[in-house]
C-alpha cells in the first residue's frame, strides 16, 4: 500500500490551501480515511475523518468550520481544502488509512487503527 500527500507549503494567515493524498494497493473506496498533523513539540492529532462512502464527516474543534475533508472514490483521492489558516494550524499533515475493512466511522474517529501512513506535507502558516 502506497499514501503519497501532497498541497502543503507556506501561506499567510488567513490564506488556503489545499491537500491531496493518493492511496494505492487497496480498495481505496470502503476504507475510513483520516488527515492527522504533528506540530514540533506536540503530539499527534486528529484533524478530520470520512467515511468510506463519503458521507460522515469528523472534524477536530481546532479546525471546524474552516477546513472541509472530502473523497474522490473514482481516483483513490482524500482532500483536506484548508481556509482561514492560522499560525497555530502550521505542522506536519499526514493522511492515513484506517485498518477496518468497511469500518463504521464515528466520533472517536482518532483513536482507531490507522494502518497506512504517507510521508507527511509541511504547512507553514505565518503572520
Known amino acids: 500500500v502506497q499514501v503519497v500527500e501532497s498541497g502543503g507549503g507556506s501561506v499567510q494567515a488567513g490564506g488556503s490551501l489545499r491537500l491531496s493524498c493518493t492511496v494505492s494497493?487497496?480498495?481505496?473506496?470502503?476504507?475510513?480515511m483520516a488527515w492527522f498533523r504533528q506540530a514540533p513539540g506536540k503530539e499527534r492529532e486528529g484533524v478530520s475523518s470520512?467515511?468510506?462512502?463519503?458521507?460522515?464527516?469528523y472534524y477536530a474543534d481546532s479546525v471546524k468550520g474552516r477546513f472541509t475533508i472530502s473523497r474522490d472514490n473514482d481516483k483513490n483521492s482524500l482532500y483536506l481544502q484548508m481556509n482561514s489558516l492560522k499560525p497555530e494550524d502550521t505542522a506536519v499533515y499526514y493522511c492515513a488509512t484506517d485498518r477496518e475493512y468497511g469500518g463504521a466511522l464515528g466520533k472517536s474517529w482518532a483513536r482507531r487503527d490507522f494502518d497506512f501512513w504517507g510521508q507527511g506535507t509541511q504547512v507553514t502558516v505565518f503572520s
Open positions: 494497493g487497496l480498495d481505496f473506496n470502503r476504507y475510513i
Open positions: 470520512v467515511s468510506w462512502g463519503g458521507v460522515t464527516k
